[in-house]
Structures are given as structure tokens and as C-alpha cells.
């Protein structure tokens, strides 16, 4: 099997397949369907990435081969181009008990196998449940029509009906604020699955999964059915020290919950009264000059991307004062040896936000309200934001304003309805972590330019000499 993940016990590896070498069924390219998914496939920061990603990638790596990636709407619709010949591999999660019925004569599954079963998420305290008996009498939130609430009301069914179960609309409240609730203390504990449980666990340590409401649910991977030399090769590919490694790690990169940069969520704590917004005003002024950049403003961007810590680096990779990806800082002429120099790194974050604010002046004709547009295109990407302009001119809100307009159209984008939508290019992202990150620099921002004048600075702060 590949990698057991420690952090997730239900987690398995890939199929026993014999050690032998398969015949090389596919090109040098590798025509591969996925769907978006929060940990499977997405893009963040205009980047790539996730565990399906991941490891197709490395294993094509492994074999000299090259992927194309082709995003289908759904699972039915990645079968489909298998079974008509269009993609090699469907690499997304297509559940065992599914392709034995609903994809029978369509599908042959092989590839990672992974379990999830689905848990009930509790607030830190003294008071655990740890059985399902222990449900009775207690209320339960869920999302509404969610596979978690058809699941959680068979157990209320064997219970007599004592559970009181809240089912929660996702376009109310979407499952990542309600289990951010749950860490904080303001609501009570919440059934989801298991892979949504631990990456919101991520940003929220105090968070316990304690209680499994479900067996495990095996999904694979797969090719079209009776392509069983194309299903051996990538059986194949899976067995194997290297392989088993190459997936723990990547498992890990999105599941454990000490990935998250410390500076999420944090609140701006820095003394302003000896007149300095950072410990590099005198940088974050130089590069400003020249630009429509107030210094003040990059200088909260720079408190809240690594709380002014040059050698900072993200779980994805992310890196320095400014969090900029490797990818993003090539484009931009950052080199791999600079991406901790906080000269090299403030001067590399104006071109990109220079960039993105051209990108977004079609979009948004005022430059006053088009900066958060182009904050928010720094932390997750301008394809996100471009869909969230479009989700809110499809569904009645101001697509030329953030505030409770294009913020409420990226809060749209955690919840499969809208992330799956036809005029949505990009998928899932985690709205939440942008909309907070766009309100943490204004936050700061407000404060330094209460306290300081745009011209007031010094050239270093005494603590740097």
C-alpha cells in the first residue's frame, strides 16, 4: 500500500498490485480528467495544486511523462471522456461502491485508494463524545441535502430520533464558517466528512475529531472499463518505496494541521507609537515611489502575509516577507536565491500587484475600489476573483464593488453549487481565507494611517541596525 498517513487512519494507499513491469499502454503525455475539489485539485495563487494533482504528477515525473490536465464539471463527465477515449485517467476520488453501480461497464478502478468516512468535528473542552450513544440529546449541525445529513439521520434513526439535527443551508452558512465556529466556541459540534473535517482543522488546531459517524468509504482512481493493461500500468506506478513516500508527503502537505502560515487569522500587534508601521518602512517607501502604491498599505499587506518575517514559508510553498510563489516570482524576475531577501521580495509583490490592478481596471474602473480587488488576487489568484465577478453579476450583486458584493461572491465559491457552476472557470477556492486576508490589511492599514503620516518614516528600524 502507499503511504499511511498518520493524522488520517482511515487513509489507505494504492492497489496490491504485483511487482511486475507493465506494458506502456499511454504517450509521452498523459491525457488526465480530474474535477476540482478543496484538497484534491484546485489552484491557489494562480498555482496548480492538490493531492490527485500531486501524485499524478509525480508518478508521471517518475516515468518521463508529461500530463494534460482536462477539468470535467463532474465525476459522470471525467468517466465519460475516459470511456469515449478522450483522457488515459479519470484522477479524481470515484467511489468503489459507485463503480460497481452507477459507472458499471465504464470504469476500472485503480490507482491511490483512499477512505473517508465521515466524523462529527466538537469544540476543545472537557466534554468529549466519543460514542455514537452519545449523541442522544444532543444537537447536531449539518449541511443541508449533504451527504453528512442523509448519513447522520440513519443514526438518528437507530437512535429514536433523540438526536436534534440542524440542517444548515451552505448558501447561509457555508461548512467552513460553521466549523470555525465550532473552534471559537459559538456553536456546537458539526457531522461533515473527514477530508473537510482535517483541512479546516488546519486553520483551526483546537478543533477534535473524535467521534467516526460512518465506515469508510473506499474511492480510487480509474480508466475506462476493460483497459486493464492501462489500469496494471498505473497500479504500477503506485507500488513502491518512492511512491508511498512521494504520497505521505503530499497527504501531508494538505491534511496536517500544522501546514497553515502562524499569521492566519492573527491580529496586527505591532507598536506604532515610535512612528514605524514595519520594520522595513524604509523598504516598503522605496518601492512604493513611483508606483499608486501608498507604503502604508504594503507595509500591512507585509504584516499580513508573514508578520514581517522575511524567512516565512507557506505549505504551498509560499515564501518570504511578501509570500510570493516560486512559479509567480520567475514570471517576475525573482530568482530562487531572493525569494528571502525582503528588498527583493517588497519590489517583486509591487510588479505583481501592478500586474493584477492592470488586469482588474476593465473590472473595476474605480482605482480606489479596485485595490481590494487586487489584494484579493494576490492571496488567492486573479481567476478567482475574476469568478467571483461573475457569480455576482449572476447572481444580482455589484460586480464592480467589493464590500458585501464580490467578498459574498467569494464566500460562493467554498460551496459546491456555485464552484461547480458553468460561469465559474477556476473551481473551489477558500473564499474565507481571502475575504479575511483582504479585512486584516485594511485593519492595519486604518491603524497606520491614523498614526502615521504617508512621509513619515525612517530608512530602518533601530531594531534591524
Known amino acids: 500500500m502507499c503511504a499511511l498517513y498518520a493524522a488520517l487512519v482511515v487513509f489507505g494507499g ?6 511486475i513491469e507493465a506494458e506502456d499502454v499511454f504517450g509521452d503525455t498523459l491525457k488526465v480528467a480530474t474535477i476540482y475539489g478543496p484538497a484534491s485539485f484546485f489552484s491557489y ?3 496548480l495544486m492538490g493531492y490527485d494533482y500531486d501524485f499524478m504528477e509525480a508518478i508521471a515525473a517518475d516515468h518521463g511523462k508529461k500530463v494534460r490536465w482536462i477539468v470535467a464539471p463532474s465525476v459522470d463527465e471525467a468517466i465519460a471522456m475516459a470511456d469515449a477515449g478522450t483522457v488515459d485517467i479519470v484522477a479524481a476520488p470515484i467511489p468503489e461502491k459507485d463503480a460497481a453501480t452507477i459507472y458499471k461497464d465504464k470504469v476500472t478502478l485503480c490507482g491511490p485508494e483512499m477512505k473517508v468516512d465521515e466524523v462529527l468535528v466538537q469544540p476543545g473542552g472537557d466534554t468529549v463524545l466519543v460514542n455514537i450513544a452519545d449523541l442522544a440529546g444532543e444537537t447536531i449541525y449539518v449541511e443541508k441535502d449533504s451527504k453528512s445529513e442523509a448519513n447522520l439521520r440513519r443514526i438518528n434513526a437507530d437512535l429514536d430520533g433523540r438526536i436534534n439535527i440542524v440542517a444548515v443551508d451552505a448558501d447561509s452558512i457555508p461548512v467552513e464558517d460553521m466549523l470555525a465556529e465550532v473552534a471559537d466556541g459559538k456553536r456546537g459540534p458539526v457531522a461533515t466528512d473527514r477530508e473537510t473535517a482535517l483541512i479546516n482543522k488546519a486553520y483551526h488546531p483546537e478543533l477534535r475529531l473524535t467521534l ?4 469508510p468509504e473506499t474511492t480510487r482512481w480509474g480508466v475506462a472499463f476493460g483497459k486493464d493493461k492501462a489500469a496494471l500500468a498505473v497500479d504500477t506506478w503506485c507500488t513502491g518505496v518512492e511512491p508511498e513516500k512521494e504520497r505521505g508527503d503530499i497527504l501531508s502537505k494538505y491534511l496536517d494541521a500544522q501546514r497553515v502560515a502562524p499569521v492566519a487569522g492573527a491580529k496586527f500587534d505591532f507598536d506604532l507609537r515610535n512612528g514605524y508601521a514595519s520594520p522595513y518602512d524604509g523598504l516598503f517607501k522605496t518601492h512604493a515611489e513611483g508606483s499608486r502604491w501608498d507604503w502604508r498599505l504594503l507595509a500591512a499587506q507585509g504584516f499580513a502575509e508573514s508578520r514581517f518575517k522575511p524567512t516565512a514559508k507557506s505549505w504551498a510553498g509560499a515564501s518570504g516577507l511578501m509570500q510570493i510563489m516560486p512559479a509567480t516570482g520567475r514570471q ?7 525569494m528571502f531577501n525582503p528588498d527583493r521580495s517588497i519590489e517583486t509583490a509591487v510588479k505583481i500587484l501592478d500586474y493584477y490592478d492592470n488586469m482588474m481596471a476593465k473590472k473595476v474602473p474605480d482605482p480606489q475600489e479596485r485595490i481590494k480587488f487586487t489584494l484579493a488576487s494576490y492571496n488567492a489568484g486573479a481567476g478567482h476573483v475574476l469568478d467571483a465577478i461573475k457569480l455576482a453579476e449572476k447572481y444580482g450583486l455589484d460586480p464592480t464593488v467589493w464590500d458585501d458584493n464580490v467578498e459574498k461572491a467569494m464566500l460562493m465559491k467554498m460551496n459546491k453549487k456555485y464552484y461547480r457552476d458553468p460561469v465559474v472557470r477556476h473551481g473551489y477556492s477558500r473564499g474565507r481565507e481571502t475575504v479575511d486576508y483582504v479585512d486584516r490589511i485594511y485593519a492595519y492599514y486604518d491603524q ?9 518614516t525612517f530608512e530602518t528600524h533601530p531594531d534591524l541596525l
Open 14 to 19: 494504492c492497489s496490491n498490485a504485483k511487482e
Open 45 to 47: 495563487r494562480d498555482t
Open 212 to 215: 467516526s459517524l460512518s465506515e
Open 332 to 338: 517576475f524576475g525573482l530568482k530562487k536565491s531572493e
Open 448 to 456: 497606520v494611517r491614523s498614526r502615521i503620516p504617508r512621509g513619515d
